[in-house]
């Protein structure tokens, strides 16, 4: 048994909590929420350093301003770190984090809960596979109908805090897992409806190291059915439809995700041959619950980080690179 302690209590937060109680080898130890009002039984903790005293592991699902020096903080004392997405606010400050945690050899963890999701590791498996053979063009369709008083957390509305960091950057790491690395960007982006500093829509070209191009369209002020959130059916507080956010095409296929639908030709590519369309089987697995108990294997050291700090690095240097090209109107090249 591994005694997990939770900073911050906001909306995933509080999923975390609920899931580590669906854990066997887990247990809460301890919350950490200066503001948080009603905390029933929670076993609170008045600061970061009771928390991990108290702690085998932390989960930070703090505000992004504090990712980089609560990690820091955490990995400087051996404590293994499971960091909400993003890592950290700017690639600098992730890369301090990667690097502080490869010094001190503590494990470090990226909260890109998808990949736990048993859908995210057949779709990898079947594009590994070849069937779709060589992969060509990839598009991700990001669209978040969020209520206004969403937005009156004001934090939210600061530049760093809108879609693009908080929820774009999760299904960039997944096409990046699935595809390969994004080495080139373009992109534009639009604030029009709030006229807040945050981005709502924000459209990117992409091009992979594999020599495939992607698109990917965000907005969080267009209604409609089309994201994870939306068709992956992982959170019951999101209505589910039967739509898709993600495409992945090659040129003997290619494969729709949430659901799973394969496409292919006996006779293709051909356009005028019919196509046909198969529905892979999975079984469901909450991704949150997978991923504590992955937490709980990495700090036993019986499993090496899913997503690691590294990780999490590349995937917030392309949303940087996504957010500077839309500034400057110009191409921008990813670290790699």
Request: proline letters at 6%; one cysteine or more; a negative charge.
């Amino acid at each position: 048994m591994k005694r997990i302690g939770v900073a911050g209590a906001g909306l995933i937060g509080k999923r975390h909590i609920e899931a580590i109680k669906h854990v066997p080898n887990a247990e809460l130890s301890g919350v950490l929420d200066p503001g948080l009002q009603d905390v029933g039984d929670l076993p609170m903790q008045n600061d970061l350093g009771a928390l991990s005293d108290c702690s085998d592991g932390i989960i930070l699902a703090v505000p992004n301003a504090l990712h980089a020096p609560m990690a820091i903080t955490l990995l400087e004392k051996n404590c293994p770190v499971l960091v909400e997405k993003p890592l950290a606010r700017t690639a600098a400050e992730g890369a301090e984090i990667v690097s502080i945690a490869e010094y001190n050899n503590t494990p470090l963890l990226v909260g890109h809960h998808r990949r736990h999701n048993p859908m995210i590791a057949k779709a990898k498996e079947i594009i590994e596979s070849g069937v779709l053979g060589v992969i060509t063009a990839v598009h991700g369709h990001c669209w978040l109908p969020k209520p206004d008083y969403y937005y009156d957390t004001e934090w939210r509305q600061g530049e760093g805090a809108g879609p693009l960091f908080i929820n774009l950057i999760h299904d960039v790491d997944i096409l990046m897992h699935l595809c390969g690395p994004i080495t080139q960007v373009q992109a534009l982006e639009s604030n029009s409806i709030r006229g807040a500093e945050a981005e709502e829509v924000s459209v990117a070209i992409l091009r992979f190291s594999n020599g495939a191009l992607g698109t990917v369209n965000l907005s969080d002020v267009s209604l409609g059915p089309w994201s994870w959130e939306l068709t992956a059916a992982e959170n019951s507080a999101y209505p589910a439809t039967d739509q898709f956010s993600y495409v992945v095409g090659g040129r003997n296929g290619s494969i729709s995700l949430p659901n799973l639908t394969l496409w292919g030709q006996n006779e293709g590519p051909n356009w005028w041959k019919p196509i046909s369309a198969s529905r892979m089987p999975i079984a469901t697995q909450d991704p949150l619950q997978a991923q504590i108990n992955h937490f709980v294997d990495v700090i036993c050291g019986k499993s090496q980080p899913l997503v690691s700090g590294t990780d999490g690095l590349r995937a917030v240097r392309v949303v940087e690179a996504i957010k500077k090209a839309a500034q400057t109107g110009q191409s921008v090249s990813v670290q790699q």
